[in-house]
């Protein structure tokens, strides 16, 4: 079963901006937050950005600025807006249910997206 569905991602020219959605089947677990994640190629997975039930946010440095988490509660769904995008910004993107709150670090117990690709030509 598919926890997270994602959408969105694609190929967009650089300076561009996309929108990733994630639909969660699921409440965020408590003491969790949900949270975006990326995987380069050749390079770790490393986190982009997570949002608490309340509407806080944090951000990774290379991502203040030029990337946005949002979320909608009722519908239990967690956008990524990310805005002038670069190529190093190319990568599979994933979201996750089980950032521990306050941090930017994936809990033991967390469910992932399938992963959206988003490269820049």
């Known amino acids: 079963q598919d926890h997270l569905v994602q959408s969105g991602g694609g190929s967009v020219q650089a300076g561009g901006s996309l929108r990733l959605s994630c639909a969660s089947s699921?409440?965020?677990?408590?003491?969790?937050?949900m949270g975006w994640f990326r995987q380069g190629p050749g390079k770790e997975r490393e986190a982009i950005a997570a949002i608490d039930n309340d509407g806080d946010a944090l951000y990774a440095n290379f991502a203040k600025g030029r990337f946005t988490i949002s979320k909608d509660n009722a519908k239990n769904i967690v956008y990524l807006q990310m805005n002038n995008l670069k190529p190093e910004d190319d990568a599979i993107y994933y979201c996750?249910?089980?950032?521990?709150?306050?941090?930017?670090?994936?809990?033991?117990?967390?469910?992932w997206g399938q992963g959206s690709q988003v490269t820049t030509i």
């Open positions: 699921r409440p965020t677990p408590y003491g969790y937050s």
């Open positions: 996750t249910d089980g950032v521990v709150t306050g941090t930017l670090v994936v809990g033991p117990f967390a469910y």
